[in-house]
């Protein structure tokens, strides 16, 4: 994980002062939807505030390298090349890859 740099705890400082001023904040539904704009809360600024800061492409890549079980190997069993896929990354081999 990241740390927050000044310039991202100023962002989320201002995002809080937005929050305030309209008195709403941001939450969220899930993992895999939007953002939420509801009531403000605290809870949501505390979420808010939690935030983290986003890996680099080249970073989620060097993650997601070092958390596959080695060799790496294509659910068919032949060894297997990491590709991205939309935003995700996969591990196919080249005859799957191309009938994918
Ligand atoms: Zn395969």
């Given at each position: 994980m990241k740390t927050l740099t000044e310039k991202h705890k100023n962002f989320?400082?201002?995002l809080?002062?937005?929050c305030k001023k309209h008195n709403l904040?941001?939450?969220h539904?899930?993992?895999q939807g939007a953002f939420l704009i509801d009531e403000y809360k605290q809870g949501n600024i505390?979420?808010?505030m939690a935030a983290m800061v986003a890996l680099t492409k080249e970073e989620e890549l060097e993650e997601f390298i070092s958390i596959l079980p080695k060799p790496i190997t294509?659910?068919?069993g032949n060894p297997g090349k990491v590709r991205e896929d939309g935003c995700w990354f996969r591990v196919y081999c080249d005859?799957?890859?191309e009938n994918e």
């Open positions: 989320l400082n201002d809080v002062a937005v904040s941001l939450s539904e899930d993992n505390d979420w808010l294509c659910s068919c005859d799957c890859w």
